[in-house]
């Protein structure tokens, strides 16, 4: 991971609705702080678990 800027001073943060994760309808009872980082993030090769893109993969039958 490079981190490219890092900031801890008082700011506001926006809350989206998101359907995954609906943060923003927690109610906010005391801000203590705030930090934000700009990354750069490269994740590590993995394995193909299962790869549907092969010839041997039948579908659902369409």
């Known amino acids: 991971m490079k ?5 801890r001073t008082a700011w506001a943060m926006p809350l989206f609705e998101h359907a995954a994760a609906p943060v923003a ?3 906010v009872l005391e801000v203590t702080g705030g930090l934000h980082l700009v990354t750069d993030l490269t994740l590590g090769l993995g394995r ?3 790869d549907y893109l092969t010839k041997s993969f039948k579908g659902n039958g369409s």
């Open 3 to 7: 981190l490219a800027e890092a900031r």
């Open 48 to 50: 193909v678990a299962y």
């Open 25 to 27: 309808r927690l109610p």
